[in-house]
């Protein structure tokens, strides 16, 4: 069975630095008839598990940990058996949503997942969050990530744990290096591709910000 990508939006609230905001988020379900991984867990694990129909989840992937992508993670978890995966800079942020929950495994630069025939490579790309990740599928053309890229431009760096210089670099070095018709899957919003960012990505170092 060939893989494939599946989308849902789940709403609910982003919490940081004393704010709280509405959010919708996207969950991405990348697998065939039989297996499948989560990128972030958010809000809803009802609808997340639902969506799953009855498939193995091999893994619950956390690009960061923003409690709106992660907040799902550990009762998604608990009905399905699959194991949490977060990289370890952002065991900081995870710990003010789960304090006594801690993931079951580490993701790495460099490491790489497989699912349905399918390899998915870990990129650490900082910035948005110290822990921030990104996976590239080549064999499906796509990028799942996160809130370090999205249709317009770079992910934001407004609140704590976020350094504007850092996610730059992530950007320019590890995700503008790849192919350019790769599309981007994002946090948030609609996709896009590596190609129509780079410019987005230029003019927001032109601003100084």
């Known amino acids: 069975m060939t893989a494939r990508i599946e989308h849902l939006v789940t709403s609910g609230t982003f919490s940081l630095d004393g704010g709280t905001w509405d959010v919708d988020n996207n969950v991405w379900i990348i697998g065939d008839d039989h297996e499948v991984i989560v990128v972030d867990a958010a809000h809803d694990a009802g609808a997340i598990a639902e969506a799953l129909g009855g498939?193995?989840?091999?893994?619950?992937?956390?690009?960061?940990?923003?409690?709106?992508?992660?907040?799902?993670?550990?009762?998604?978890?608990a009905r399905t058996g699959a194991p949490i995966l977060l990289h370890p800079d952002d065991l900081p942020l995870w710990k003010l949503t789960h304090p006594d929950r801690m993931p079951d495994g580490e993701l790495a630069d460099g490491w790489v997942l497989a699912v349905a025939g399918v390899e998915l490579t870990v990129l650490h790309t900082p910035g948005h969050a110290p822990g921030a990740v990104c996976l590239y599928a080549p064999a499906l053309t796509a990028l799942f990530g996160g809130d370090t890229l999205f249709a317009g431009g770079p992910g934001a760096t407004g609140r704590s744990y976020s350094d504007f210089p850092t996610l730059v670099d992530s950007i320019r070095d590890r995700l503008l290096t790849l192919p350019g018709d790769t599309v981007v899957h994002t946090g948030h919003g609609g996709t896009t591709t590596v190609a129509a960012e780079a410019p987005h990505l230029q003019e927001r170092i032109d601003r100084g910000f």
């Open 55 to 77: 498939r193995r989840l091999r893994a619950i992937v956390c690009t960061h940990a923003h409690n709106d992508h992660i907040d799902a993670a550990p009762e998604l978890a």
